[in-house]
């Protein structure tokens, strides 16, 4: 039993909710949380807190909090002793490893784990079990971006900092409401818009709804759904045509231009439009905007990169920066907004499918060589082959491909698109094990093992934020009961499946061995120890040594981590969704996330202040296709896609473009069974990205007759 320090301490973490990254200042006793605010000293958030961030206390200490491992028993989860549940797993994981092979296991984790804890996934699963089967829900926002920078600039993360809303004369987001999804940032924006007097930054928000963060706009571009390349490419022929574009650069620092020029010349103007739903003279303001802008950023997240053609969309806004540019300098270039609190770590230590830590490919051999040496593994150990991907782990589960899965820090049964097959997988598979912090969730529900875990006050941990930002977090409570820091967990699994190199003293040990890892590569951390980190709280990679002050701002020098130094021009043409409305689905479903919730209501859904501000999901239809349809607001409709079928009440609102209906992702099965927005979107992935199309799909809408007796 955990003795209960009833004395009052303050500590400082970061907020386990966007990937801002503001830090926090609490206060606790009685072994609670019982006060937060914003860090005024934090360079992340300035003293800025959202409402989700400032409501924290009252989602730490809740009666569903995990508090004892639990293993399946005669059909029943029941608690059992670590020990135990240690001994069960482990024991199951070697017989099907010995039937089936380590490919037949997996890992899928979160942009909530810490970097401590997906190092040792990533040196467990690819080094000591051979199998690259460990993905993240980064796969489900970031993989298009991830892609993006690689294809275009030659690695992963941006080249930009937070200081660059403060530089840029021109803001452009697209896919992003960032006033909803990043809040504390857009204050920011907001900010420097009002006290700015001759150089107030100009926005443009390109999105097909007009939501807070276009309301807020000098121009709001109302683009059809899927038609970003379409618009981004109209952009650059205009330039191009205009001659406002940067020859110096694009001869000095670019390869390709000359293949995306002919792709630009040869695109029909009026076509492009069309596809994108955008007029001329709309068009005329765009350019006219860029092409003065004497520094401009873009700004975007997953309304980008939720598509199939995902990557082509950030190498398309990529293409338009080396255009202008406007890259590797104060105030411009692009910028992703990370969507979770350490998606950004789990790139840099090797939590997706595809990579190694410190931004290594697993089809490197170079690459495999030195991770091998660096775990003291055997040559050959880790396997040249791409390990399976978020939506394909669930695919192979329900083919039999794959027998157990290790899920941490996720709720898949709320996140992941076609969820009636997500189901289906989790229900063939041979081994479940989930490691969470709450139970009951839609996935820890089933389990054949939890694990408990500790929450982002009671342990100590470190996470890379937006801007490469990478922070320390103090641990001010115990956890409860039985619960242990996740790093911790996956090390005890490891030795008990008899692997050495996992007997870590501490957290710091753990972090000083990756970061490590990192030296000589493009997200060098080996100046940033644990002992630095403790002291200082927060620096930017790279940071090759104890004494660099670490990096605002990449390749100022203008030189592109590329075999040749140069970005590329890469052409990307206009590609339609996947699925595309008919006269069955001929409305256009987009999602997306609300200010008051975050992902699956895990957190967020046990404060009555959050819930007061929106209890319920719904669907927002435009008026006229909801008078076409015989449908009021506040009526309750059927929604049909060609996967299944889902009960909302409707909200009318003209502030979306026609043809074109929005519901909030974050309820699940617990809130109302079977009627979870996912359970509409389509599964399919990208290429190359392989992030799924959870922005479009086409779905059907009917209104639901009262009953006679009503």
């Known amino acids: ?317 990529i293409n338009l920066h080396l255009l202008t540019g406007q890259i590797a300098r104060a105030g411009a270039g692009p910028f992703s907004l990370t969507g979770q609190p350490n998606a950004m770590g789990g790139r840099e230590a090797g939590l997706l499918a595809q990579q190694l830590p410190g931004y290594r490919l697993v089809e490197n051999a170079d690459d495999r060589r030195a991770m091998e040496s660096i775990w003291n593994l055997p040559a050959g150990q880790i396997s040249p082959r791409a390990g399976l991907t978020a939506v394909e782990m669930f695919r192979a589960l329900e083919t039999g491909k794959l027998k157990a899965i290790w899920i941490a820090a996720t709720n898949p049964l709320v996140s992941l698109p076609d969820l009636h097959q997500a189901r289906r997988a989790l229900a063939r598979a041979e081994l479940v094990i989930v490691q969470d912090a709450y139970h009951p969730t839609e996935t820890t529900q089933l389990a054949h093992v939890l694990f408990p875990a500790a929450s982002f006050a009671e342990k100590e941990w470190t996470s890379t934020n937006s801007e490469r930002m990478v922070a320390f977090s103090e641990k001010l409570i115990a956890p409860p009961g039985a619960a242990r820091p996740d790093w911790e967990i996956i090390a005890a699994l490891a030795r008990k499946l008899d692997f050495e190199g996992f007997d870590f003293a501490s957290r710091d040990e753990v972090w000083n061995e990756f970061a490590r890892c990192t030296s000589g590569r493009q997200c060098d951390m080996t100046g940033i120890t644990a002992q630095r980190l403790r002291h200082e709280k927060n620096l930017q990679w790279p940071c090759p040594d104890i004494v660099h002050p670490g990096t605002k701002r990449r390749y100022l020098d203008r030189r592109f981590p590329t075999p040749d130094g140069r970005a590329r021009f890469l052409p990307r043409e206009h590609r339609p969704p996947r699925e595309t409305t008919d006269h069955e689905f001929p409305l256009a479903l987009t999602t997306g996330r609300l200010y008051a919730h975050w992902h699956s209501l895990t957190r967020t859904g046990k404060s009555s202040k959050l819930l007061k501000r929106e209890p319920a999901p719904y669907i927002e239809i435009h008026p006229a296709d909801a008078d076409r349809l015989q449908i009021s607001d506040g009526a309750m409709v059927q929604v049909t896609s060609r996967r299944g079928t889902i009960r909302l009440a409707a909200r009318l609102r003209d502030s979306l473009r026609l043809g074109v209906v929005f519901v909030p992702f974050h309820w699940g099965d617990l809130w109302n069974e079977g009627n979870a927005a996912n359970y509409l979107t389509i599964s399919a992935i990208g290429r190359i990205a392989k992030q799924p199309e959870l922005k479009f799909c086409a779905v059907n809408i009917e209104p639901i007759p009262l009953p006679l007796d009503a």
């Open 1 to 317: 039993m955990t003795s209960i320090d009833h004395r009052a301490t303050t500590g400082e973490a970061i907020c386990p909710y966007c990937g801002v990254g503001c830090r926090l200042w609490m206060e606790a006793a009685y072994g609670e949380v019982l006060r937060v605010k914003g860090c005024m000293s934090a360079p992340a958030n300035r003293g800025g807190i959202c409402a989700k961030g400032a409501t924290l206390p009252q989602v730490l200490h809740t009666p569903d909090r995990l508090t004892q491992p639990q293993v399946i028993a005669g059909g029943q989860l029941r608690p059992t002793t670590w020990d135990k549940a240690l001994d069960f797993t482990a024991r199951r994981l070697k017989e099907i490893i010995q039937r089936h092979g380590s490919d037949a296991v997996a890992f899928y984790g979160s942009g909530q784990l810490d970097t401590e804890t997906v190092y040792l996934v990533s040196k467990l699963f690819k080094g000591n079990l051979g199998t690259n089967n460990t993905d993240s829900n980064s796969r489900l926002c970031m993989a298009s971006a991830v892609a993006g920078y690689r294809s275009s600039l030659g690695s992963d993360g941006p080249p930009t900092c937070y200081d660059d809303l403060d530089e840029a004369d021109l803001l452009l987001v697209i896919g992003s409401n960032t006033a909803e999804a990043h809040p504390v940032l857009f204050d920011r924006i907001r900010e420097r818009r009002r006290s700015a007097m001759a150089n107030r930054p100009r926005l443009i928000v390109i999105d097909p709804r007009r939501t807070p963060t276009a309301e807020a706009a000098d121009l709001h571009v109302p683009i059809a759904p899927g038609g970003d390349i379409a618009l981004l490419n109209a952009i650059g022929g205009r330039l191009l045509s205009l001659g406002c574009v940067d020859e110096a650069f694009i001869r000095e620092h670019t390869t390709g231009f000359a293949e995306y020029a002919s792709m630009l010349h040869g695109q029909d103007e009026d076509a492009l439009l069309a596809a994108c739903g955008v007029d001329a003279e709309m068009l005329d303001q765009i350019t006219e905007s860029i092409s003065q802008s004497k520094a401009w950023l873009s700004l975007y997240c997953m309304g980008l990169g939720q598509s199939t053609v995902g990557m082509w969309k950030h190498n398309a806004l």
